[in-house]
């Protein structure tokens, strides 16, 4: 899949929380060609900060041509974002990486996002033609979860209890017994680790997308890989490159 670096055109941002905001980026050329679970690099207007900032696709209007992030604020670099007004110029680089599996209409899935891997998991919730549940995992705010709801039937777990059931998102899943053919999630380590040892034990296709810091994001630098069951071609070690081997992988392929 080809890859494009362009200056699109801000179409509108807003704040959902208190550090995480919504940004739908005129970018037909990359929304054409992305698929839930790939991400773009968008870069500073800043000359001190030379690297691009990886943030998850959420959601495309293909047809608009059209994609949307959904990002919180990590430091001056995603803040310097969230200050970008309607009709502003961005420069971004897209789609990357490898996103999630297209399935076929007769699999039951579990989609799962905890925290700021939520956004990723709209799309396939878009995309996706088979029975689709969803499980999101908050600390206690909630977004995008009656979006969500126009696609999938929706559970909720929070840590403080105040919505959904108490806990996180396998918590969720137990308690409401839900089951499923396939997992696809994107979440913090932690998430990724329990879900990779849930879906082990009852022998559950999964797929995961980790999160880490990127430097390139094309995979040249080897600076965010992960330790993996096979040896990777580049660099000859038990490692993956999260930014280009990735950042989904089966479960298996991965140590976590």
């Given at each position: 899949?080809?890859?494009?670096?362009?200056?699109?055109?801000?179409?509108?941002?807003?704040?959902?929380?208190?550090?995480?905001?919504?940004?739908?980026?005129?970018?037909?050329?990359?929304?054409?060609?992305?698929?839930?679970?790939?991400?773009?690099?968008?870069?500073?207007?800043?000359?001190?900060?030379?690297?691009?900032?990886?943030?998850?696709?959420?959601?495309?209007?293909?047809?608009?041509?059209?994609?949307?992030?959904?990002?919180?604020?990590?430091?001056?670099?995603?803040?310097?974002?969230?200050?970008?007004?309607?009709?502003?110029?961005?420069?971004?680089?897209?789609?990357?990486?490898?996103?999630?599996?297209?399935?076929?209409?007769?699999?039951?899935?579990?989609?799962?996002?905890?925290?700021?891997?939520?956004?990723?998991?709209?799309?396939?919730?878009?995309?996706?033609?088979?029975?689709?549940?969803?499980?999101?995992?908050?600390?206690?705010?909630?977004?995008?979860?009656?979006?969500?709801?126009?696609?999938?039937?929706?559970?909720?777990?929070?840590?403080?209890?105040?919505?959904?059931?108490?806990?996180?998102?396998?918590?969720?899943?137990?308690?409401?017994?839900?089951?499923?053919?396939?997992?696809?999630?994107?979440?913090?380590?932690?998430?990724?680790?329990?879900?990779?040892?849930?879906?082990?034990?009852?022998?559950?296709?999964?797929?995961?997308s980790l999160e880490e810091k990127m430097a390139c994001g094309v995979g040249a630098c080897l600076a965010c890989v992960c330790q993996s069951t096979e040896v990777d071609?580049?660099?000859?070690?038990?490692?993956?490159?999260?930014?280009?081997?990735?950042?989904?992988?089966?479960?298996?392929?991965?140590?976590?």
């Amino acid at each position: 899949m080809t890859k494009v670096k362009m200056t699109a055109v801000i179409n509108s941002q807003e704040q959902l929380l208190k550090d995480v905001f919504s940004m739908w980026i005129h970018s037909p050329e990359i929304a054409m060609n992305a698929w839930g679970g790939q991400f773009i690099s968008l870069y500073s207007q800043d000359g001190a900060r030379l690297l691009p900032r990886p943030v998850s696709i959420c959601e495309l209007d293909r047809e608009k041509g059209d994609l949307r992030i959904v990002y919180r604020i990590a430091g001056a670099g995603t803040r310097e974002f969230a200050s970008r007004k309607k009709g502003d110029s961005i420069t971004i680089l897209g789609p990357l990486g490898n996103g999630f599996p297209k399935l076929p209409a007769n699999k039951k899935v579990l989609l799962i996002g905890g925290g700021i891997g939520i956004p990723p998991m709209l799309q396939m919730a878009k995309d996706l033609s088979c029975e689709k549940i969803a499980v999101l995992g908050y600390r206690d705010q909630l977004f995008l979860e009656k979006e969500f709801a126009r696609y999938a039937k929706v559970y909720v777990a929070t840590e403080d209890g105040s919505a959904g059931n108490r806990g996180n998102v396998l918590d969720a899943v137990r308690e409401n017994q839900l089951s499923a053919d396939v997992i696809l999630a994107c979440g913090p380590l932690p998430m990724l680790r329990a879900l990779k040892a849930y879906a082990m034990e009852n022998q559950t296709e999964c797929y995961l997308s980790l999160e880490e810091k990127m430097a390139c994001g094309v995979g040249a630098c080897l600076a965010c890989v992960c330790q993996s069951t096979e040896v990777d071609s580049h660099s000859h070690v038990h490692n993956k490159r999260i930014c280009k081997d990735g950042p989904v992988f089966k479960a298996e392929e991965v140590e976590l």
